[in-house]
């Protein structure tokens, strides 16, 4: 009986070393909040024109007009950003929704918004993907 006994307080002893083991290594992990410390730019891609990363820091809208009379807005607001609007004829780029840091993961077009008819491309990038972008 004295050794079934002990046997379970050894388990015990197991079971709480196991716990504090867990816990400390929980507590000590890197937090990891990609929306606060991302800097986040949208690029923008449409047949014949180049457009400058935009910072998704603040509110505005951009009007990207092709010589064939295709016409698109972007709505930028703080950390993301969506169409708008457009004059193609399906408007699947403004159901597409908006793409932000926090759903871009999720989205069915990661982190894009394509206008097929008018060639148009709206891509969220961080700083770490900008940096690269530039220097090839």
Partial sequence: MA?????????????AIVLVASLTLLLLRPKADTTATTTAYLRIT???????????TA?????????????????????GFRMKEANC?????????DVTLENMNTRALANEIIC????????????DEQTLVVSQ
């Fill in 59 to 79: 509110d505005q809208e951009i009007v990207i007009e092709q010589t064939d009379g295709s016409h698109n807005v972007v709505e930028v607001f703080q950390g």
């Fill in 116 to 127: 097929l008819p008018h060639k148009v491309v709206l891509e969220l990038v961080t700083g």
């Fill in 89 to 97: 004829s399906n408007q699947d780029c403004i159901h597409q929704g």
């Fill in 46 to 56: 449409a047949p014949g024109q180049s457009f400058d990363l935009v910072p998704l």
């Fill in 3 to 15: 050794e079934r006994e002990r046997m379970k307080r050894r388990d015990w002893l197991i079971v």
